[in-house]
């Protein structure tokens, strides 16, 4: 069974901060996600990785597939990034997501 | 630029009625999921969808749910006999491939069963 593990589970941050979210998972993935779940509900995509780094205007997320670890950063914080950011993975045996408890982050301005 | 939609946004039932949860996926994609979200817990996996049947399942999709893709564009959730503890936030996504497998979220509908 695959674990996804969030920490932290609850951040505040002051406007301007840089922030990092982490994500662990137990066994062998085709690809990681971070999602963006806003107060309505309502779910994004943010990044699909297998491996690497990958950089979406302040967004940064990055994998180590050997640790099974991703990070996903945010520079130069805003009240408007306020939100779930959840972490999810696909197997490399089937097509369903994986979810992380999710990290609820509020910036303060 | 292409979205997932789903109707309605929320449903209020009565424990034991059935409830329809309709999804229309991005029209060129071919694999279709839905997901749950009971308030406060994280997003979990019920059902995807390809090629006209489930490709997949978890736990939670029991007898009492089914999955259809009525015509060329729209992709529902049926379950039958509502229980209270179906009442959830319902995610239905979409995705292009299998190999790329980034997939596209609707706006929920959230299911209140009284």
């Known amino acids: 069974k695959n674990e996804v593990e969030q920490s932290p589970q609850n951040l505040t941050a002051q406007e301007g901060e840089f922030i990092t979210i982490n994500c662990s998972y137990s066994?062998?993935?085709?690809?990681l996600h971070w999602l963006q779940q806003h107060p309505g509900g309502g779910i994004v995509s943010l990044f699909m990785?297998?491996?690497g780094k990958k950089k979406h205007g302040r967004l940064i997320a990055t994998i180590n597939i050997q640790e099974k670890h991703s990070s996903l950063h945010i520079t130069a914080s805003h009240p408007r990034d306020s939100a779930v950011y959840i972490c999810?993975?696909?197997?490399?045996?089937?097509?369903?997501?994986?979810f992380g408890t999710g990290t609820s982050l509020t910036v303060i301005p | 630029e292409p979205e997932v939609t789903q109707t309605p946004s929320h449903q209020v039932t009565q424990m034991g009625q059935e409830v329809i949860l309709r999804c229309v996926p991005i029209?060129?994609?071919?694999?279709f999921y839905w997901y749950r979200q009971i308030l406060g817990q994280k997003v979990e996996f019920l059902v995807s969808?390809?090629?006209?049947?489930?490709?997949?399942k978890s736990e939670i999709f029991d007898d009492q749910f089914s999955v259809e893709r009525p015509d060329g564009s729209n992709f529902t959730l049926k379950i039958r006999s509502t229980k209270l503890e179906d009442s959830a936030m319902y995610f239905c996504?979409?995705?292009?491939?299998?190999?790329?497998?980034?997939?596209?979220f609707g706006p929920g509908t959230r299911l209140t069963v009284l």
């Open positions: 996504a979409s995705s292009g491939d299998w190999s790329y497998n980034e997939q596209f």
């Open positions: 066994v062998g993935i085709s690809a």
């Open positions: 990785l297998s491996s």
């Open positions: 999810a993975v696909s197997l490399d045996t089937g097509n369903q997501f994986y």
């Open positions: 029209s060129n994609h071919l694999y």
């Open positions: 969808f390809y090629n006209n049947e489930i490709s997949e």
